[in-house]
């Protein structure tokens, strides 16, 4: 069964500064998504990595996807109150399978 | 483009009961797949249909059942709900395997008292 961990769990983020969320997971897959939730809303698309050494940017996020060791990042430049939402990495096999998610708290 | 549309948004309903879920997928899209969410097990997997067909299901009991439409719409059933079925349930759509990636509805919450 495909397992993915990610970490931190839980992220106290302070303006300005940069931080990295990982994902690992633990069955060969070429399929990487990350998706962003904010409180009581559904899943938002925020990267699809398809292959390895894919790396995509967009604002003051990037993903980037290393399959040999089955890992991926996220990080985040110069943070802003606005980023402070769950993030959740997702594995594909037949399925999506879902990390547990960090939750990010932005401070002044 | 639209979305992927779920309805209702909300439900409350009494142990025992049943009910029916409905997801319309992103016009062109033929794989449909659910997924509940509730703190204590995350995001979890319900199943998958592709083209009327049940492609792939998760752990879950008989209780939980789902179709899929000529036109790819969706809906699943629950039945005899239970008070641990209260959850978001939320369904994707994608098209080629997700390598476009999977684009959720808005869910729909779930409440059994």
């Known amino acids: 069964e495909l397992k993915v961990e990610q970490n931190p769990l839980f992220l106290s983020m302070q303006e300005g500064k940069n931080y990295t969320i990982y994902c690992n997971y633990s069955t060969t897959s070429d399929r990487l998504y990350w998706y962003r939730q904010d409180p009581g809303k559904s899943l938002e698309s925020l990267f699809v990595?398809?292959?390895?050494?894919a790396v995509k940017q967009e604002g003051r996020l990037m993903a980037s996807l290393d399959t040999k060791a089955r890992l991926s990042t996220l990080h985040i430049t110069a943070a802003v109150h606005d980023l402070s939402a769950t993030y959740f990495c997702a594995v594909v096999l037949y399925k999506l399978s879902f990390g547990a998610g960090t939750t990010v708290t932005v401070r002044a | 483009k639209a979305g992927v549309t779920q309805t209702p948004r909300y439900l409350i309903k009494t142990r025992g009961q049943q009910v029916t879920l409905s997801c319309s997928p992103i016009?062109?899209?033929?794989?449909v797949s659910w997924y509940q969410q509730t703190p204590g097990q995350g995001l979890q997997f319900l199943f998958e249909y592709f083209s009327e067909t049940q492609r792939n299901k998760g752990n879950f009991p008989g209780r939980f059942s789902g179709r899929q439409f000529s036109n790819s719409r969706s809906e699943m059933n629950v039945s005899t709900l239970e008070l641990g079925d209260s959850a978001l349930y939320l369904c994707?759509?994608?098209?080629?395997?997700?390598?476009?990636?999977?684009?959720f509805g808005s869910g729909t919450r779930l409440t059994v008292v």
């Open positions: 016009s062109g899209h033929r794989s």
């Open positions: 990595l398809l292959s390895n050494g």
């Open positions: 994707a759509s994608s098209s080629k395997q997700g390598n476009y990636g999977y684009t």
